[in-house]
């Protein structure tokens, strides 16, 4: 099913950095300034609110991708000068992760009422009981409380993603992506799936020994734009 992987920075953050960096190769790909122009107006909004230089500048690197399109640069130009910035703009890099951090911990408290299992598609409903994502994280993480987990561990930089987040998808609610995690066993391919919404872009990663990388389908446009 899939073409091609596409090796994501090993540093801990890499859950988030292929999340983002999956997402805005797409939407660049695909020409879609709409999702650009909003993704510049988030990253804005928190880089002054969290008074995050980094943040900031990944704010400034997309309104750059948005203004490249609207001068009709090429998309796939602009994908292949993405796939640049991410290895050597760490200012860029690092405010991306950031935003990526801070918007996942913000989704889980505004819901963190709701029941985990409410997140997985049908077929897998039946392997979860009734933990609300506040009682999960609270209580077998051992930080006491979601609140406490979010701010000493998830908005910190290099803490592996971990839990159910994986299939919640709570970055993909926020900037409006599905994604699919395909684990690495001996066996082959295990994959979790957020539930789908057909009309929006979906990321591909691939869990291998503690690390995600970057996976395209024949459906991909960042694929075709590399």
């Not at 000068?81 to 989704?107: K, M, P």
């Not at 897998?124 to 609270?138: H, K, L, P, R, T």
């Not at 006491?144 to 290099?158: A, F, L, R, V």
Request: glycine content about 8%; charged content about 20%.
């Amino acid at each position: 099913d899939y073409l091609a992987c596409q090796q994501i920075k090993g540093d801990g953050n890499c859950y988030y950095r292929a999340l983002m960096y999956g997402y805005i190769g797409e939407i660049v790909a695909k020409n879609d300034q709409a999702s650009l122009h909003k993704l510049e107006g988030y990253l804005r909004e928190l880089g002054q609110e969290i008074r995050s230089q980094e943040v900031l500048a990944a704010a400034n690197y997309i309104q750059y991708l948005l203004q490249g399109l609207e001068e009709n640069m090429d998309p796939k130009d602009l994908v292949k000068h993405l796939q640049c910035t991410i290895n050597t703009d760490f200012n860029v890099d690092d405010g991306l992760v950031i935003a990526a951090r801070h918007w996942s911990a913000e989704y889980l408290l505004e819901n963190k009422d709701k029941k985990v299992r409410d997140f997985y598609p049908e077929h897998q409903v039946a392997f979860f009981g009734d933990n609300s994502i506040g009682d999960d994280y609270g209580s077998n993480f051992g930080y006491g409380s979601i609140e406490n987990y979010c701010d000493q561990y998830m908005k910190q930089m290099t803490n592996y993603a971990e839990g159910p987040q994986i299939t919640i998808n709570p970055l993909g609610h926020k900037l409006g992506f599905n994604s699919v995690v395909s684990f690495l066993h001996d066996h082959g391919l295990e994959q979790q799936a957020s539930k789908e919404d057909p009309s929006l872009p979906t990321i591909h990663l691939l869990f291998n020994t503690s690390h995600y990388d970057l996976l395209f389908k024949v459906s991909s446009n960042m694929y075709g734009a590399l």
